[in-house]
């Protein structure tokens, strides 16, 4: 019940496109839902993030969508540019146990 | 950046020597963490801290221990270092935001090879 399930392990998409990476969890007590994005070399920097009581939250070329019946929820990248190219990590959170359970993490790569 | 260094940033030991890693933070946050980054592993949770002497284990603490003494270091220790150690290193402290959430935010790593 604590695991977050991120799919795909890789993705590959062409300069200009929508990047989507999706993650599922089954803990219903989660209550806080970001997404990292991490270059080669650094740690994980906090890129957007998302609480289940709206479906919807965009910052940027970044949407995160969420659908609480379905326990998913999925970042997408518009426009992607070669800039994007990293890996990506989704993670839920339960404020009782102070602890992020992490996804596996997805390597996005942009083709120019 | 969250004022958040590591040191060492990067370490070569030998098989069954201690090594010390050091998490040191500028804003006085009261949650720290310690993970693991392996190739096909994502992240994974060593040990976290809820405050000075407040510690608890993660999902792969075996062989770990960690220390906190005051709010701005945590230190994780391997005791008796071994191969299966050698990995990279993160740091990581929580800010509260308004309403609850758990947003971290890394250090810069350490990169760790014990042979």
């Known amino acids: 019940q604590q695991q977050v399930k991120q799919s795909p392990q890789s993705l590959i998409v062409q300069k200009g496109g929508i990047s989507i990476i999706n993650c599922a969890y089954e803990?219903?007590?989660?209550?806080?839902f970001p997404w990292y994005q991490q270059f080669p070399g650094k740690g994980p920097a906090l890129l957007i993030a998302i609480r289940p009581d709206v479906s919807e939250k965009k910052e940027g070329r970044f949407t995160i969508s969420f659908n609480k019946s379905a326990k998913q929820f999925s970042l997408h990248i518009m426009d992607s540019q070669p800039g994007d190219s990293a890996t990506y990590f989704c993670a839920a959170f339960r404020d009782s146990n102070y602890q992020l359970i992490w996804g596996a993490g997805t390597k996005l790569i942009i083709k120019p | 950046d969250a004022g958040i260094t590591q040191s060492p940033r990067h370490k070569v030991t030998e098989t069954g020597t201690p090594v010390t890693l050091r998490c040191h933070q500028t804003e006085n946050h009261r949650y720290m963490y310690w993970y693991r980054q392996d190739p096909g592993h994502g992240l994974r949770l060593i040990h976290y801290s809820y405050g000075v002497k407040d510690t608890d284990k993660g999902e792969v603490s075996d062989g770990y221990s960690v220390s906190r003494s005051k709010t701005e270091d945590f230190l994780l220790t391997l005791e008796s270092a071994t191969s299966s150690q050698t990995s990279v290193y993160f740091c990581a402290i929580r800010k509260l935001a308004s309403g609850g959430g758990g947003e971290q935010y890394f250090g810069p790593g350490t990169r760790l090879t014990v042979t």
């Open positions: 803990n219903t007590a989660f209550d806080y």
